[in-house]
C-alpha cells in the first residue's frame, strides 16, 4: 500500500524532513519526502497499512518542536513497488497551495551553545553555529522551498566535513540548510570606523575587549545592524546619543543572563519564560532601586528594555566576563528602515561608531527585534519583528476573501488575510521616507511569493496623505481590485475582532491620532462594532490642539488649550517661557494663537496624557513619540488616587477638563507622583465606565481596549478589572500589538467582512 502525504504548516526550516525520514525508517516504511515551493512537505510512503497509520501518528504527535502543522492530507493509492529505500529528495517546484510559511528566525538553541564552547568541538568558538532546531530562517531565506541555494547561504559551499553531517540521517544537522563552520562558512571581520579590516586572530574576542575599554560598535545580526555599547558606563552611551542625535529615547540592551538582569531589573517567573523562549525579545522591565546600570540608558523611565543573547555571536562576545550588559539598539538613520549591509553601514555609521564588528554573509530580510511587555501576567507586543514574523496568527473564524491591509504611518506592518492566516510582514517602521516605503512594498511581495498570496481586496487608512494610503491606492489600480479604507480607531477594533473572532464588540481605543470620519483627530474613542460597522458611541472631550501638530511635540501648548479658561493659565506659560524653543515670545504667540482660535481639535488620549506630563513639569518636549506620557506612567508608580472627581457621565462626552484644571489645582497640595497615578486612573475609570454604559444599553456582551495608551500598565490593569468585575467577556490584543503595529490586521479583517 502506498500513502501520499501532503504536510502544510510551518513545515520547512525546522527539521521535519529528517523526522520524517527517522520515523519512516523506524516503521520499515519505504519511499520518499520533499519540500515543494509552496512551503508544503509531500511525502511518499510504502509499505503495511498499519505501519503506515503508526507513522502517520508519529507525524501529528511526535514532530520536532518548532513545526507547526496545520493540516495532514493523506490519500491511498496502489503500491507500485518502484521504492528501494526511503529518501530525502530534491525539492520540487510544485505549487498548488498557499498559506504555508518557512519558519522565523530561532534563538541558539542548548545543543549548539554547548559545543560553541566544547573542547575539541570543530565548532567551537564559531559564531555562526546552527542547527536544524535553531538558526536564522526568514532573514536568511530568499526563496521558498527552504533549500540552501534559496538561501544567502549558498555564497558558502560546504566542506568535506560539513556535507558529511549534512547527509548522515543520524546527525542532528542533517539537511541543516544553515550548517556551517570556520572552514567553510561566514567568517567575522573587524573593521574600523572607515571601514579598513584590522588584522586579529580573534575579531569577536578583540571587540568585546574594546567594548569594556567604552568604545562604539556596529555589529552585523542575523536581521541588521545593531549599535553597541558597554551598559555599566556613562561616556560611551552619551557619545553615542551625541552622535546618533538621540537625545531621551530608551535603549534597548542585550544582558549576559538572568543573574545579570537581575542586578539591575525586577524579573518574575512569567517575563523570564519570555525572554528564555526561542523568539528572544526585548521584554520592558521594570528597573531596580538603586540601577547599577548606566543611567543613560532609558533616563527618567522606570523601565528598561532587555534581552538575552540569541545568536553564537552574542554568546562569544557575553563570553568576556567583564561584560554583563550591553546598548543593543537597532542601527539606522533618523526614520530609516535598520540597516543590513556592511558598505551601507560603513558608509552611514562611520561617525557614530568606532568600529563595525561585521561578517560575510547577506542579510536576506530585515528583521528588528521584537518588543513587548508583561501586563499582569499577559504578553503584550509592542514591536512584532524578529522570532514572530512570518509565523502566522491563526483567527478563529476563517475568511472567504484574501486581504491585504497596509496599516497607518508609524510602527507599520502589513498584513494578509488568507482563510484562517493572518500573515504579518516584520516591523517597518514609520513611513514618511522613501526608504522606509520602497522597505514595506518589498517586504510585502516578499512574503505574499513565500506564502502564494494574490489580494482579492485591499484595505488602508483613512488618512489620504499616509505613504501606505498611497502604496495601496496604486496596487489596488494594478491588480483591478477594490480598496477599502478604514478608519482608523475602527481597525484598532477590528484586530480585536480578528484575534478573538468577535463580531460584535464595544471596542475603547486610546492612541495619539487617527483621522475621524468626520474629519477630526480622533484617539480617545468607544465605538460599537457590529461585523463591519461602527459608530462613535463615545469620545473623550475635544480639546485645541494650539499650533497644530506644534502641540504634539510640544505638551505644554497641548495643556495651554486644554486650561484656556483658567485666568492663571498666561502666566503660568510666561514662568515655563524658558521650555520652548522660542522662549517669551512663543508664549505670547500662543496666547495669541490661542485667542484667535488658530488650533484644531481632538479627542486624543494621549495629547491629554501629556498635558498632564508637562503640567507635572515632568516633560515640556517630545524628543521620542510616547515620551510625555511614558514619563508621566514612570512617574506615577507607586501613587494613590486622590481626586474625588464627581464621575456622572455625560455621553457622548468623556470631560478631560475638569480632570486636568483639578490636577493642576492639586499641585500644592499633593505629590506628582499621587497625581500623575490619579489622572491615568481617573481616565481607565471614565473609560471603562462608558464602555460598560454603552455595551449594557445596547446588549453586547464583549468589550474590549487597544491602540497605544493599552500599553500603559496601569490603565490597561484597571480598565480589565473594572470590565471584568461588571461581568462582561474583557479582550485586549495578544498576537498583535495595540499600537499601531496590529493595525494591518484589523484592517485586512475587516475589509474581508465587506
Ligand atoms: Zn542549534
Ligand atoms: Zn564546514
Ligand atoms: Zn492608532
Given at each position: 500500500m502506498r500513502a501520499i502525504i501532503l504536510v502544510s504548516g510551518t513545515v520547512q526550516g525546522v527539521g521535519f524532513r529528517p523526522f520524517v525520514y527517522r520515523t519512516a525508517k523506524k516503521y520499515g516504511l519505504k519511499g520518499f519526502v520533499r519540500n515543494r515551493a509552496d512551503a508544503i512537505v509531500e511525502i511518499q510512503v510504502e509499505g503495511d497499512k498499519a505501519n503506515i497509520e503508526n507513522f502517520t501518528l508519529s507525524l501529528k504527535n511526535a514532530h520536532p518542536p518548532l513545526a507547526k502543522l496545520d493540516s495532514l492530507h493523506i490519500e491511498y493509492v496502489e503500491s507500485g513497488d518502484e521504492f528501494s529505500d526511503f529518501t530525502i529528495l530534491g525539492s520540487s517546484v510544485e505549487r498548488t497551495r498557499s498559506g504555508s510559511v518557512?519558519?522565523?528566525?530561532?534563538?541558539?538553541?542548548?545543543?549548539?551553545?554547548?559545543?560553541?564552547?566544547?573542547?575539541?568541538?570543530?565548532?567551537?568558538?564559531?559564531?555562526?553555529?546552527?542547527?536544524?532546531?535553531?538558526?536564522?530562517?526568514?532573514?536568511?531565506?530568499?526563496?521558498?522551498?527552504?533549500?540552501?541555494?534559496?538561501?544567502?547561504?549558498?555564497?558558502?559551499?560546504?566542506?568535506?566535513?560539513?556535507?558529511?553531517?549534512?547527509?548522515?540521517?543520524?546527525?542532528?544537522?542533517?539537511?541543516?540548510?544553515?550548517?556551517?563552520?570556520?572552514?567553510?562558512?561566514?567568517?567575522?571581520?573587524?573593521?574600523?570606523?572607515?571601514?579598513?579590516?584590522?588584522?586579529?586572530?580573534?575579531?569577536?574576542?578583540?571587540?568585546?575587549?574594546?567594548?569594556?575599554?567604552?568604545?562604539?560598535?556596529?555589529?552585523?545580526?542575523?536581521?541588521?545592524?545593531?549599535?553597541?555599547?558597554?551598559?555599566?558606563?556613562?561616556?560611551?552611551?552619551?557619545?553615542?546619543?551625541?552622535?546618533?542625535?538621540?537625545?531621551?529615547?530608551?535603549?534597548?540592551?542585550?544582558?549576559?543572563?538572568?543573574?545579570?538582569?537581575?542586578?539591575?531589573?525586577?524579573?518574575?517567573?512569567?517575563?523570564?519564560?519570555?525572554?528564555?523562549?526561542?523568539?528572544?525579545?526585548?521584554?520592558?522591565?521594570?528597573?531596580?532601586?538603586?540601577?547599577?546600570?548606566?543611567?543613560?540608558?532609558?533616563?527618567?523611565?522606570?523601565?528598561?528594555?532587555?534581552?538575552?543573547?540569541?545568536?553564537?555571536?552574542?554568546?562569544?562576545?557575553?563570553?568576556?566576563?567583564?561584560?554583563?550588559?550591553?546598548?543593543?539598539?537597532?542601527?539606522?538613520?533618523?526614520?530609516?528602515?535598520?540597516?543590513?549591509?556592511?558598505?551601507?553601514?560603513?558608509?552611514?555609521?562611520?561617525?557614530?561608531?568606532?568600529?563595525?564588528?561585521?561578517?560575510?554573509?547577506?542579510?536576506?530580510?530585515?528583521?528588528?527585534?521584537?518588543?513587548?511587555?508583561?501586563?499582569?501576567?499577559?504578553?503584550?507586543?509592542?514591536?512584532?519583528?524578529?522570532?514572530?514574523?512570518?509565523?502566522?496568527?491563526?483567527?478563529?473564524?476563517?475568511?472567504?476573501?484574501?486581504?491585504?491591509?497596509?496599516?497607518?504611518?508609524?510602527?507599520?506592518?502589513?498584513?494578509?488575510?488568507?482563510?484562517?492566516?493572518?500573515?504579518?510582514?516584520?516591523?517597518?517602521?514609520?513611513?514618511?521616507?522613501?526608504?522606509?516605503?520602497?522597505?514595506?512594498?518589498?517586504?510585502?511581495?516578499?512574503?505574499?511569493?513565500?506564502?502564494?498570496?494574490?489580494?482579492?481586496?485591499?484595505?488602508?487608512?483613512?488618512?489620504?496623505?499616509?505613504?501606505?494610503?498611497?502604496?495601496?491606492?496604486?496596487?489596488?489600480?494594478?491588480?483591478?481590485?477594490?480598496?477599502?479604507?478604514?478608519q482608523h480607531h475602527h481597525a484598532h477594533v477590528g484586530s480585536l475582532m480578528a484575534e478573538h473572532g468577535v463580531n460584535e464588540i464595544v471596542g475603547i481605543v486610546c492612541d495619539g491620532f487617527g483621522l475621524g470620519t468626520d474629519g477630526t483627530a480622533w484617539g480617545g474613542e468607544i465605538l460599537e462594532c457590529y461585523q463591519e460597522e461602527f459608530k462613535r458611541a463615545a469620545h473623550l472631550e475635544q480639546q485645541p490642539m494650539i499650533g497644530g501638530d506644534l502641540a504634539t511635540r510640544f505638551p505644554a501648548r497641548m495643556a495651554a488649550g486644554i486650561l484656556r479658561k483658567d485666568p492663571a493659565i498666561a502666566e503660568w506659560l510666561e514662568s515655563h517661557a524658558s521650555q520652548f524653543p522660542h522662549g517669551a515670545d512663543e508664549v505670547q504667540t500662543i496666547l495669541r494663537q490661542l485667542e484667535n482660535g488658530e488650533y484644531i481639535w481632538t479627542s486624543s488620549c494621549g495629547r491629554v496624557l501629556d498635558a498632564v506630563a508637562a503640567i507635572l513639569n515632568l516633560s515640556f518636549e517630545r524628543s521620542y513619540e510616547g515620551e510625555p506620557a511614558m514619563r508621566l506612567e514612570a512617574t506615577a508608580s507607586g501613587g494613590r488616587d486622590l481626586l474625588e472627581l464627581d464621575e456622572e457621565l455625560d455621553l457622548p462626552t468623556i470631560g478631560t477638563t475638569k480632570l486636568v484644571q483639578s490636577i493642576y489645582d492639586s499641585i500644592p497640595r499633593h505629590s506628582p507622583t499621587d497625581l500623575a497615578y490619579s489622572a491615568q486612573q481617573y481616565l481607565a475609570h471614565a473609560l471603562a465606565s462608558a464602555a460598560i454604559r454603552i455595551a449594557e444599553e445596547n446588549g453586547v456582551k464583549t468589550i474590549g481596549f487597544s491602540g497605544g495608551v493599552a500599553l500603559n500598565e496601569h490603565i490597561a490593569i484597571s480598565i480589565r478589572k473594572s470590565i471584568s468585575q461588571a461581568g462582561f467577556k474583557f479582550v485586549s490584543n495578544k498576537a498583535v500589538p495595540p499600537g499601531d503595529g496590529g493595525i494591518s490586521l484589523g484592517q485586512a479583517y475587516l475589509a474581508s467582512l465587506n
Open positions: 518557512i519558519p522565523p528566525d530561532i534563538a541558539i538553541c542548548d545543543d549548539c551553545l554547548q559545543e560553541l564552547h566544547l573542547a575539541g568541538n570543530r565548532r567551537r568558538q564559531y559564531f555562526f553555529i546552527t542547527c536544524t532546531n535553531c538558526g536564522p530562517r526568514f532573514t536568511t531565506i530568499t526563496a521558498v522551498p527552504y533549500d540552501r541555494p534559496n538561501t544567502t547561504m549558498r555564497q558558502f559551499p560546504m566542506c568535506t566535513d560539513c556535507h558529511l553531517e549534512y547527509t548522515n540521517p543520524l546527525d542532528r544537522r542533517f539537511h541543516a540548510q544553515t550548517i556551517a563552520c570556520q572552514v567553510c562558512g561566514p567568517k567575522a571581520t573587524l573593521l574600523d570606523n572607515h571601514g579598513e579590516a584590522i588584522e586579529t586572530e580573534d575579531a569577536i574576542l578583540l571587540a568585546s575587549k574594546l567594548l569594556t575599554e567604552g568604545k562604539i560598535f556596529a555589529i552585523k545580526g542575523n536581521g541588521g545592524f545593531h549599535l553597541s555599547a558597554f551598559a555599566t558606563k556613562d561616556e560611551p552611551i552619551q557619545r553615542l546619543r551625541r552622535n546618533k542625535d538621540r537625545r531621551r529615547k530608551p535603549f534597548a540592551i542585550m544582558a549576559r543572563d538572568l543573574t545579570s538582569i537581575n542586578e539591575f531589573a525586577e524579573i518574575n517567573d512569567h517575563e523570564q519564560k519570555i525572554l528564555q523562549s526561542y523568539v528572544r525579545p526585548i521584554v520592558l522591565l521594570h528597573k531596580r532601586n538603586p540601577f547599577s546600570l548606566s543611567n543613560q540608558i532609558s533616563p527618567e523611565l522606570d523601565t528598561i528594555g532587555v534581552m538575552l543573547p540569541y545568536s553564537g555571536l552574542h554568546c562569544l562576545i557575553f563570553d568576556n566576563r567583564a561584560l554583563s550588559a550591553l546598548v543593543m539598539t537597532s542601527a539606522n538613520a533618523p526614520s530609516q528602515p535598520i540597516i543590513t549591509n556592511n558598505k551601507d553601514a560603513v558608509d552611514k555609521l562611520a561617525g557614530t561608531v568606532d568600529y563595525f564588528l561585521v561578517h560575510d554573509r547577506d542579510i536576506a530580510q530585515r528583521a528588528d527585534d521584537s518588543v513587548l511587555r508583561s501586563i499582569d501576567r499577559t504578553p503584550v507586543l509592542i514591536r512584532r519583528s524578529r522570532g514572530y514574523a512570518p509565523a502566522p496568527v491563526l483567527l478563529p473564524n476563517p475568511l472567504r476573501t484574501r486581504t491585504l491591509g497596509f496599516g497607518a504611518e508609524l510602527n507599520v506592518t502589513s498584513c494578509m488575510i488568507l482563510e484562517n492566516h493572518a500573515f504579518l510582514t516584520q516591523h517597518i517602521g514609520d513611513t514618511e521616507t522613501i526608504e522606509t516605503s520602497s522597505f514595506l512594498d518589498d517586504a510585502m511581495q516578499h512574503l505574499s511569493r513565500l506564502i502564494g498570496f494574490t489580494p482579492e481586496v485591499i484595505a488602508c487608512d483613512l488618512h489620504p496623505k499616509f505613504a501606505t494610503t498611497k502604496i495601496a491606492s496604486a496596487l489596488s489600480e494594478r491588480l483591478g481590485v477594490p480598496l477599502r479604507r478604514i
